[in-house]
């Protein structure tokens, strides 16, 4: 009687130990009931020896896609050539003009591209929010140059890229700004110069074309776990490239079979199609064309300047609406019949605008390149009488166009400075606008800071000196 007591205890400590021990899973369960795979992946992991294995993937292609970002790291990590902060402005988006607005920005310069950060690029990647991208900038078929007359601050440089967006880069510090423009300078001419630059997904599929055996035979394992329609698209986008080059073959030859067929320029001019163009010419060549020694252009302008422009603030400073310039340029390469007085050129910053547009896209500026040098060392003279009559002598050794052009121009400036009191245009400042438009190096070395200073200086002595310099052989 006593064993079936002791026995009957025995099972009901049992099943109440079963009982307990199962509600304690059950709460166990009911708890982690959200962690169900991270348990049965622990389970996995403490029946295998020490050893641990990561999840497999269920997405073969997207794990595949990992491994080769693994293995290739990004362009930019590997290319990155300078970085550091500048004053920024965009001024315009696809050929749209922007209202300028300079910000600080984290500059990186890559191999083929610019980004534009808010911040440092460590910071700002590690405050960055899902979605938001630095600003880039493709270099490809970009253009660079000094921008004075865009902003009144100094050392500004402008960038122009192919899709028609233009920024504005700055620094106060003259060594800064001048390794800035040189690394992006050299970078540009290290691209090809074609607008149709290769893609940089393109330049990066490449290189995993091109890189190692062993990720091409895993690569090639990927294939073959894959689904026949998946191992279709691979191979499709392996094989994109030999068909892209044929493309572009074909491209070429209907290319050049259309340039052997087309008409010559001088027959298109003949016809009348194609005229011929006042801004972007020698100026020696519009000069004959006209029968004059200085462009109609020019003194059409300077015209209308003195007669409604110089008592306004900012003249030739301040720059006019870039698509009326525009406007005003085509009308005259057209040889339309110009009349300044209309009133869609009643701004009188869109006259000093074109101006001055058609001395910068002079081919050989007003001081040919042939006697920049000169010029320079004439400026170095400290006597101001030794360095008036250097400069006199070059300027009566110029051609008759050059000569008579400039001595037009100074003589119309003079009248600016003139009344500097109102339209707050000093010789200084007029120096700085037509000093690098007027006078350039025709190959620009290290030392363009120096140069920069000379330009300015020359134009500055040809206004205050102007009656001594282009007066008598007697004076």
Same mark, same amino acid.
């Given at each position: 009687m006593?064993?079936?007591t002791?026995?009957?205890?025995?099972?009901?400590?049992?099943?109440?130990?079963?009982?307990?021990t199962?509600?304690?899973?059950?709460?166990?369960?009911?708890?982690?009931?959200?962690?169900?795979?991270?348990?049965?992946?622990?389970?996995?992991?403490?029946?295998?020896?020490?050893?641990?294995?990561?999840?497999?993937?269920r997405?073969?292609?997207?794990?595949?896609?990992?491994?080769l970002k693994?293995?290739?790291?990004?362009?930019?990590?590997?290319m990155?050539?300078?970085?550091?902060?500048?004053?920024?402005?965009?001024?315009?988006?696809?050929?749209?003009k /922007?209202?300028k607005?300079?910000?600080? @920005?984290?500059?990186? %310069?890559? #191999?083929?591209?610019?980004?534009?950060? +808010? &911040?440092? *690029?460590?910071?700002?990647?590690?405050?960055?929010?899902?979605?938001?991208?630095?600003?880039?900038?493709?270099?490809?078929?970009?253009?660079?140059?000094?921008?004075?007359?865009?902003?009144?601050?100094?050392?500004?440089?402008?960038?122009?890229?192919?899709?028609?967006?233009?920024?504005l880069?700055?620094?106060?510090?003259?060594?800064?700004?001048?390794?800035?423009?040189h690394?992006?300078?050299?970078?540009?001419?290290?691209?090809?110069?074609?607008?149709?630059?290769?893609?940089?997904?393109?330049? /990066?599929?490449?290189?995993?074309?091109? @890189?190692?055996?062993? %990720?091409? #035979?895993?690569?090639?394992?990927d294939? +073959? &776990?894959? *689904?026949?329609?998946h191992?279709?698209?691979?191979?499709?986008?392996l094989?994109?490239?030999?068909?892209?080059?044929?493309?572009?073959?074909?491209?070429?030859?209907?290319?050049k079979?259309?340039?052997?067929?087309?008409p010559?320029?001088?027959?298109?001019?003949?016809?009348?199609?194609?005229?011929?163009?006042?801004?972007?010419?020698?100026?020696?060549?519009?000069?004959?064309?006209?029968?004059?020694?200085?462009?109609?252009?020019?003194?059409?302008?300077i015209?209308?300047?003195?007669?409604?422009? /110089?008592?306004?603030?900012?003249?030739y400073?301040?720059?006019?609406n870039?698509?009326?310039?525009?406007?005003?340029r085509?009308?005259?390469?057209?040889?339309?019949?110009?009349?300044?007085?209309?009133?869609?050129?009643?701004?009188?910053?869109?006259?000093?605008?074109?101006?001055?547009m058609?001395?910068?896209?002079?081919?050989?500026?007003?001081?040919?390149?042939?006697?920049?040098?000169?010029?320079?060392?004439?400026?170095?003279?400290?006597?101001?009488?030794?360095?008036?009559?250097?400069?006199?002598?070059?300027v009566?050794?110029?051609?008759?166009?050059?000569?008579d052009?400039?001595?037009?121009?100074f003589g119309?400036?003079?009248?600016?400075?003139?009344?500097?009191?109102?339209?707050l245009?000093?010789?200084?400042?007029?120096?700085?606008?037509?000093g690098?438009?007027?006078?350039?190096?025709?190959?620009?070395?290290?030392n363009?800071?120096?140069?920069?200073?000379?330009?300015?200086?020359?134009?500055?002595?040809?206004?205050?000196?102007?009656?001594?310099?282009?007066?008598?052989?007697?004076?």
């Amino acid at each position: 009687m006593q064993k079936s007591t002791n026995s009957d205890t025995s099972v009901e400590t049992l099943n109440s130990t079963r009982q307990g021990t199962g509600a304690i899973q059950m709460r166990i369960k009911n708890a982690n009931s959200h962690h169900d795979r991270l348990s049965q992946s622990k389970s996995m992991i403490l029946t295998d020896v020490g050893k641990v294995t990561e999840p497999i993937s269920r997405h073969r292609r997207n794990h595949s896609q990992h491994v080769l970002k693994d293995v290739i790291p990004p362009l930019e990590q590997l290319m990155v050539e300078k970085e550091g902060y500048l004053q920024k402005a965009k001024i315009a988006d696809g050929g749209k003009k /922007l209202r300028k607005n300079w910000s600080t @920005s984290w500059v990186v %310069l890559s #191999s083929r591209k610019i980004e534009f950060y +808010k &911040e440092s *690029k460590q910071q700002a990647l590690s405050n960055m929010k899902t979605g938001h991208k630095p600003e880039s900038v493709d270099l490809c078929g970009a253009h660079i140059e000094w921008a004075k007359e865009k902003s009144s601050r100094k050392n500004v440089f402008q960038i122009t890229t192919v899709s028609g967006n233009e920024f504005l880069l700055q620094s106060d510090i003259d060594f800064i700004i001048l390794d800035w423009f040189h690394a992006i300078k050299n970078a540009i001419d290290r691209l090809p110069k074609d607008s149709s630059c290769p893609s940089r997904n393109l330049e /990066l599929f490449k290189i995993q074309r091109s @890189s190692s055996t062993e %990720l091409l #035979s895993h690569c090639d394992s990927d294939i +073959k &776990e894959q *689904k026949p329609e998946h191992r279709k698209s691979l191979m499709f986008r392996l094989h994109h490239s030999a068909s892209d080059t044929s493309d572009k073959n074909r491209v070429k030859s209907r290319l050049k079979k259309f340039i052997t067929r087309r008409p010559s320029l001088k027959t298109l001019q003949e016809k009348g199609l194609i005229k011929d163009q006042i801004f972007g010419s020698h100026l020696h060549t519009v000069c004959e064309r006209e029968n004059s020694t200085v462009p109609r252009f020019v003194k059409q302008c300077i015209e209308a300047v003195e007669k409604r422009g /110089l008592d306004v603030d900012g003249i030739y400073r301040v720059s006019g609406n870039l698509a009326t310039i525009q406007k005003l340029r085509f009308i005259v390469n057209q040889e339309e019949k110009l009349n300044l007085d209309d009133s869609q050129w009643e701004d009188i910053h869109v006259v000093t605008g074109a101006l001055k547009m058609f001395f910068r896209e002079l081919p050989e500026p007003l001081f040919p390149y042939s006697f920049f040098e000169q010029f320079v060392e004439a400026i170095k003279k400290q006597d101001n009488n030794t360095r008036i009559k250097a400069v006199k002598s070059l300027v009566q050794k110029l051609p008759p166009p050059n000569r008579d052009t400039m001595k037009v121009l100074f003589g119309h400036l003079t009248k600016i400075v003139a009344k500097s009191s109102k339209n707050l245009m000093s010789t200084q400042s007029l120096g700085i606008v037509f000093g690098p438009t007027l006078l350039r190096a025709e190959n620009e070395t290290g030392n363009m800071a120096i140069h920069m200073v000379y330009q300015n200086q020359i134009a500055e002595l040809m206004l205050s000196e102007y009656s001594k310099i282009f007066g008598s052989e007697e004076d």
